[in-house]
Nanobody
Framework: QVQLVESGGGSVQPGESLTLSCKVSKYPTSNECMGWFRQPPGKQREGVACIYSGVGSAYYAESVEGRFTISQDKTKNTIYLQMNSLKPEDTAMYYC??????????????????WGQGTQVTVSS
């Protein structure tokens, strides 16, 4: 069982930035997709970003491409999500996850193996 603990959420104004962190209890030794998904109130969860732990290649949902950056520090068993130019539509609970199936053409179809408790991000003026 893998445990993931998110931190770094908060309330910001449109255009501002936030960085989320996720501590992973057992970082994968194989090439696993580690990443983030979000769930706005009353809506489906949406895969946001994925980084392959072995090769470091990263993938993003179209809605965040160019604004969000996912990274990892394997020495700290930690994944990060740098979020720039935040918009009100980015408001959601953000979850760190080990992703079992990343579906780039429809992030609502992405599947997850383990995930954390989530951290709230609110973007509002």
């Amino acid at each position: 069982q893998v445990q993931l603990v998110e931190s770094g959420g908060g309330s910001v104004q449109p255009g501002e930035s936030l960085t989320l962190s996720c501590k992973v209890s057992k970082y994968p030794t194989s090439n696993e997709c580690m990443g983030w998904f979000r769930q706005p109130p009353g809506k489906q969860r949406e895969g946001v970003a994925c980084i392959y732990s072995g090769v470091g290649s990263a993938y993003y949902a179209e809605s965040v491409e160019g604004r969000f950056t996912i990274s990892q520090d394997k020495t700290k068993n930690t994944i990060y999500l740098q979020m720039n130019s935040l918009k009100p539509e980015d408001t959601a609970m953000y979850y760190c996850a080990q992703i079992s199936l990343w579906v780039g053409y429809d992030p609502h179809l992405t599947e997850y193996k383990y995930w954390g408790q989530g951290t709230q991000v609110t973007v509002s003026s």
